[in-house]
C-alpha cells in the first residue's frame, strides 16, 4: 500500500465521518453542529427547487420551518482532489411537516480550508416518493 | 393600487404554484424575511382568490400548471383593471419563456436574487 492511498484512505474515512456528523446535525436540527461542519460560502440547491445559502437554511430551522424527522445518507462514490472532495449517494428522509418519505440522490462538495473540512455545496434531487403513513 | 406598508398591513405577496413542496418553500423562505404570503395551486384558484380579496403587493407565478397556466392567469390579471398593476414574478423551468412580466427568475430559484427583487417592489418588515 503506497504512502498516497493509505492517505486517501484515511481521507476517505474522514469524510464518510463528516458525511455522516452532518446528516445527523441536520436531522437534529443542531446549529452549533451544523455551523461548524456548513461553509459560510455553502450553496445548496434543494428538491424544491430552491438555492439558498447558510443564512436562508438557518433562518429556516431556527424558525421551526425547516424539521426533519427522518434522514439516512449512504455515501456511494468519493473524487478526492487536493483540498476538494465530492461525494455522492442517496439519502432517505421526511419531513416533520409532511409530504411522505422522499428517496433523493445528492452530491455534496466539502473543502479545506486551514486544515478544517466543511461542506461548500449541496445538490439533492428526488428520485421518488413514498405516500404518507 | 397593490397594498404595502402604507395601510400598516404587512406586505402581501401571492405564490401561485401547483408543487405543493416548491410552494411550501416559497412561502417559508417569503415569511422568515417578514412578508405575509398566500398559496394558490393554480392560475384559476388565485384568480378566484383575487375577487374575493383586496389585490396583493406582488405576484410569483408559475407557467406550467394544470386547470389554468401561467400565460392565461397573465391573460385575465391584465384585462382586470383592479389587478392589471399588481407586479409579477415569473418563476419557470424554461429559460426563453415568451411571457410579459416584470421579472423572470429560472429554477431553480436563487433565494438571495428573488428576495431582492422581492425587496425591490415591497420593503420587507
Same mark, same amino acid.
Given at each position: ?14 469524510i ?8 445527523e ?5 443542531d ?6 461542519l456548513?461553509?459560510?460560502?455553502l ?12 443564512q ?12 426533519i ?12 482532489l ?32 486551514g ?19 | ?7 400598516? !398591513? ?10 405543493a413542496? !416548491? ?5 417559508d ?22 375577487h ?29 383593471? !383592479? ?14 419563456a ?15 436574487r ?12
Amino acid at each position: 500500500v503506497s504512502d498516497s492511498h493509505a492517505h486517501n484512505a484515511q481521507l476517505e474515512s474522514e469524510i464518510q465521518a463528516l458525511e455522516q456528523r452532518e446528516a445527523e446535525a441536520e436531522l437534529h436540527g443542531d446549529l452549533t453542529a451544523l455551523s461548524a461542519l456548513w461553509s459560510d460560502s455553502l450553496l445548496a440547491n434543494s428538491t424544491s427547487n430552491l438555492i439558498a445559502g447558510k443564512q436562508v437554511l438557518f433562518d429556516l430551522i431556527r424558525s421551526g420551518r425547516l424539521r426533519i424527522k427522518k434522514m439516512e445518507r449512504r455515501t456511494l462514490r468519493m473524487t478526492i482532489l487536493d483540498d476538494l472532495v465530492v461525494t455522492t449517494g442517496n439519502e432517505t428522509s421526511e419531513l416533520e411537516t409532511g409530504g411522505g418519505l422522499l428517496f433523493c440522490s445528492y452530491m455534496n462538495v466539502w473543502a479545506r480550508h486551514g486544515g478544517t473540512w466543511q461542506m461548500l455545496a449541496r445538490h439533492v434531487g428526488l428520485i421518488s416518493r413514498a405516500a404518507e403513513s | 393600487m397593490p397594498e404595502g406598508h402604507m395601510n400598516g !398591513a404587512s406586505p402581501r405577496i401571492l405564490v401561485v404554484e401547483d408543487d405543493a413542496d !416548491a410552494r411550501a418553500a416559497l412561502i417559508d423562505i417569503l415569511e422568515i424575511s417578514g412578508y405575509s404570503a398566500v398559496p394558490a395551486g393554480s392560475g384559476r384558484e388565485a384568480l378566484n382568490y383575487l375577487h374575493v380579496s383586496s389585490p396583493p403587493s406582488l405576484i410569483i407565478l408559475d407557467l406550467m400548471m394544470p386547470e389554468m397556466d401561467g400565460w392565461e392567469f397573465r391573460f385575465h390579471q391584465k384585462k382586470d383593471p !383592479a389587478l392589471a398593476d399588481v407586479p409579477v414574478i415569473v418563476v419557470t423551468a424554461f429559460g426563453g419563456a415568451a411571457i410579459d412580466a416584470d421579472n423572470i427568475l429560472v429554477k431553480p430559484i436563487d433565494v438571495d436574487r428573488l428576495l431582492e427583487l422581492v425587496g425591490s417592489y415591497i420593503p420587507s418588515e
